[in-house]
């Protein structure tokens, strides 16, 4: 049997004090399923995960949030649409929308909740086959720009799971029309469009860069023996989602390329 790396050997690289300072907010809601992984991965990157509950009434002193994957509030009524309305989201919202420009990252049921809290545009409904995928899925990053992709090349195309049953991107061909225009379709799906998205558009951006949604899941592919490669021997590499949290976490620190 081969011998799997050493746990965290990935990001040994990234360690380090000043990153070390940086302070990642990953919120929890009623459902959330992903903020244990959400914050392993900034632990991983080299940051401090900070965690945040859906009901606290501040941000604290957090440099960036994450909003992480699962079903907030059991997805009642639509996904994200009661989360959106949880006292901690309006400090988000205000904090991502105020000059500081708070970087938020929303990851599946996170991207639908940022959608429902108009911090991004769009919907998100059902895969249009109707049934809840999981798989690992190829992306390209078509804006290396924004604060969650700044460690990424134009045009790389990375693999990290999917798993979703709400996961197709709907807006007007108007709005489609200016996300292209503007490079704010930040993640494309490769090869096979899981869910219908319009223009098979896996993640979208606001139009400063530092709010950034999408349905794949960058954080379970951050880890030496735990991702893509090791797991389904697909290609990619196990830590293809490592670049998300590098990526803010050097843009705090002010160290980014
Ligand atoms: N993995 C997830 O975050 C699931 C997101 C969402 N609630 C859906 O199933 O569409």
């Known amino acids: 049997m081969t011998e799997l790396p050493l746990i965290g050997e990935a990001v040994a690289v990234?360690?380090?004090?000043?990153?070390?300072?940086?302070k990642i907010g990953v919120v929890t809601f009623p459902g959330t399923l992903d903020d244990r992984d959400a914050a392993r991965a900034v632990r991983l990157a080299g940051g401090t995960p900070v965690?945040?509950?859906?009901?606290?009434?501040?941000?604290?002193?957090?440099?960036?949030v994450i909003i992480p994957g699962g079903f907030s509030y059991g997805d009642y009524l639509r996904a994200g649409a009661i989360a959106r309305f949880a006292p901690l989201m309006s400090k988000v919202i205000?904090?991502?929308?105020?000059?500081?420009?708070?970087p938020v990252l929303g990851i599946c049921n996170g991207f639908?909740?940022?959608?429902e809290s108009h911090l991004l545009p769009g919907s998100m409904i059902k895969n249009d086959h109707l049934k809840f995928m999981c798989r690992d899925q190829v992306l390209r990053v078509e804006n290396s720009?924004?604060?969650?992709?700044?460690?990424?090349a134009e045009g790389q195309e990375i693999t990290v799971p999917l798993k979703n049953q709400d996961g197709q991107y709907i807006a007007d061909e108007k709005t489609l029309d200016a996300l292209e225009a503007e490079g704010r379709v930040v993640f494309r799906y490769v090869g096979f469009n899981?869910?219908?998205?319009?223009?098979?558009?896996?993640?979208?951006?606001?139009?400063?860069?530092?709010?950034?949604?999408?349905?794949?899941?960058?954080e379970h592919a951050v880890e030496l023996g735990f991702g893509p490669e090791s797991l389904d021997g697909?290609?990619?590499?196990?830590?293809?989602?490592?670049?998300?949290?590098?990526?803010?976490?050097?843009?705090?620190?002010?160290a980014n390329k």
Do not use: E
């Open 14 to 22: 990234a360690a380090s004090p000043r990153l070390a300072g940086a």
């Open 51 to 64: 965690p945040l509950w859906h009901a606290d009434t501040a941000l604290g002193d957090v440099d960036a």
């Open 94 to 102: 205000d904090a991502a929308n105020s000059d500081a420009k708070l």
């Open 112 to 115: 639908q909740i940022l959608t």
């Open 145 to 152: 720009n924004t604060d969650w992709t700044l460690d990424y």
């Open 194 to 218: 899981p869910n219908g998205s319009r223009r098979d558009i896996a993640g979208i951006s606001n139009a400063a860069g530092n709010v950034v949604g999408l349905m794949p899941h960058p």
């Open 234 to 254: 697909i290609g990619g590499t196990d830590t293809d989602g490592l670049g998300f949290f590098t990526s803010v976490l050097n843009k705090i620190v002010g």
